[in-house]
């Protein structure tokens, strides 16, 4: 698998899978209805920030991340990063190539730490997966998120030092 910066030429690749992760409404606080144009401005970031994918041994694009400053001015020596995997794909390490990989890009851009600020509590799968890579849930905002079956659900904050 190959990680790689996005390009334009990515966007309708990563769209069907970033929709589809988007409207399942059980991950990301986006607006359930956003459109292709909405979803490409949140996501395709300019430099200094990143977006990278993750493209298969037959050339798909199998996941996308987005690397970015947590929080301006004083908190601008902190990192934060979001991943999709297309849902045909998961468990294949595509999440975990993605996020080593973001950590690699904050590491050489001089950030000394990585935080999520939303992660949902009912993704289990990417809270145990951060877990693995070092962060630490530090926080937990509690029915903070609506999940579509879970009903109000808490986010955690993760981070990491680098």
């Given at each position: 698998?190959?990680?790689?910066?996005?390009t334009?030429?990515d966007?309708?690749a990563?769209?069907?899978?970033?929709?589809r992760?988007v409207?399942?409404?059980?991950?990301?606080?986006?607006?359930?209805?956003?459109?292709?144009?909405?979803g490409?401005a949140?996501?395709?970031?300019?430099p200094?920030?990143?977006t990278?994918v993750?493209?298969?041994?037959?050339?798909?694009?199998?996941?996308?991340a987005?690397?970015n400053?947590?929080r301006?001015?004083n908190?601008d020596h902190?990192?934060s990063?979001s991943?999709?995997?297309?849902p045909d794909?998961?468990?294949r390490?595509?999440?975990?190539?993605?996020?080593?990989d973001?950590?690699?890009?904050?590491?050489?851009?001089?950030?000394a730490?990585?935080?999520?600020?939303?992660v949902v509590e009912t993704?289990?799968y990417?809270v145990?997966?951060y877990?693995?890579?070092g962060?630490?849930i530090t926080g937990?905002q509690p029915?903070a998120?609506?999940h579509?079956t879970e009903?109000?659900v808490?986010l955690?904050?993760?981070h990491?030092d680098l």
């Open positions: 698998m190959l990680i790689r910066d996005a334009a030429e966007w309708p990563i769209w069907p899978f970033f929709h992760i409207a399942a409404g059980e991950t990301y606080p986006y607006p359930l209805d956003l459109d292709a144009e909405q490409r949140w996501w395709l970031l300019a200094p920030d990143r990278a993750a493209v298969d041994d037959a050339g798909l694009v199998v996941g996308t987005k690397m400053v947590n301006p001015g908190g902190v990192a990063a991943y999709m995997v297309d794909r998961q468990a390490g595509v999440g975990r190539a993605l996020c080593e973001s950590l690699r890009w904050a590491r050489a851009q001089g950030f730490a990585m935080e999520f600020n939303a993704n289990i990417a145990k997966l877990e693995s890579l962060f630490r937990t029915r998120f609506r579509p009903g109000l808490g955690h904050c993760m990491v």
